[in-house]
């Protein structure tokens, strides 16, 4: 055995297969590799703390075309970066309906009132910032209410619910030994609720099966029989999202 063959893959911050890139997501306690391929095409390689970069690199070659197929995927629904400006009549989406944006000095901070969304002229410079705290503390509200028939479903009598900021990853999840919790981003929160339905069905198969095994598709359709409508959805929406872009003015 040679001493390339005995490197932990973890040593590397990404790994090199061909035209692939992928970066190593730090080491934990899974038994798998899976490769996830995110919603900017950026492509993680998550793999068990004693695994080989030869064991890793079989593994990119062994899922090379799915990789691409995925990848090809991805060119087709991700448009450019949605923008958004801070000014008086801006639309900005909550559950699914777009909301004008009003500034006025009768609030402190963002509120969403008589169909219209609210904003202290001061909050204007860190406008992103102030609505995401807007969504962060409104949609966790939201979606702990939400969650719980999905919950029961499955067999949980109490799953929390954390929105963050998750990058292109609408949520993500992982069973503990101690209360189970899905995150879920933040930007969903502009969805129509029969995607955030999807999403949270999807986190809480991950609970039971951490992988995209035939194991966890089987727990989201007895969840959820139809997802596959949603799921196709959701890929198509995620061009139209707004993740916290602002125009320039120029």
């Known amino acids: 055995m040679t001493a390339a063959a005995v490197v932990c893959l973890h040593e590397l911050p990404e790994l090199v297969v061909g035209d692939l890139?992928?970066?190593?997501?730090?080491?934990?306690?899974?038994?798998?590799?899976?490769?996830?391929?995110?919603?900017?095409?950026?492509?993680?390689?998550?793999?068990?703390?004693?695994?080989?970069?030869?064991?890793?690199?079989?593994?990119?070659?062994?899922?090379?075309?799915?990789?691409y197929r995925k990848l090809a995927?991805?060119?087709?629904?991700?448009?450019?970066?949605?923008?958004?400006?801070f000014v008086e009549g801006e639309g900005f989406a909550y559950l699914g309906r777009?909301?004008?944006?009003?500034?006025?000095?009768?609030?402190?901070?963002?509120?969403?009132?008589?169909?219209?969304?609210?904003?202290?002229?001061?909050q204007v410079d860190q406008g992103p910032a102030a609505m995401r705290r807007w969504y962060t503390s409104t949609g966790t509200q939201w979606l702990r209410k939400r969650i719980r028939p999905w919950a029961a479903r499955i067999g949980e009598g109490s799953i929390d619910v954390a929105v963050r900021d998750l990058g292109y990853r609408w949520g993500s999840a992982r069973p503990t030994e101690g209360p189970q919790r899905i995150n879920v981003h933040w930007a969903a929160l502009q969805l129509?609720?029969?995607?955030?339905?999807?999403?949270?069905?999807?986190?809480?198969?991950?609970l039971h099966e951490t992988n995209h095994t035939p194991e966890f598709w089987a727990i989201?359709?007895?969840?959820?029989?139809?997802?596959?409508?949603?799921?196709?959805?959701l890929a198509t929406f995620g061009k139209n999202i707004w993740l916290g872009s602002v125009a320039l003015n120029i």
């Open 21 to 67: 890139a992928l970066a190593i997501a730090p080491p934990s306690d899974r038994t798998t590799i899976e490769i996830t391929v995110e919603r900017d095409a950026s492509l993680i390689l998550r793999a068990p703390l004693d695994t080989s970069i030869e064991r890793a690199t079989q593994f990119v070659i062994d899922k090379r075309r799915w990789v």
């Open 98 to 122: 777009s909301y004008r944006l009003t500034l006025t000095d009768q609030v402190a901070d963002v509120r969403l009132e008589r169909g219209r969304f609210l904003m202290n002229p001061s």
């Open 73 to 85: 995927e991805k060119d087709a629904l991700t448009g450019p970066p949605i923008t958004k400006q």
């Open 192 to 206: 129509p609720p029969s995607l955030i339905d999807y999403i949270v069905v999807h986190e809480l198969a991950h």
């Open 220 to 233: 989201v359709a007895r969840l959820m029989p139809a997802y596959e409508s949603p799921k196709s959805i």
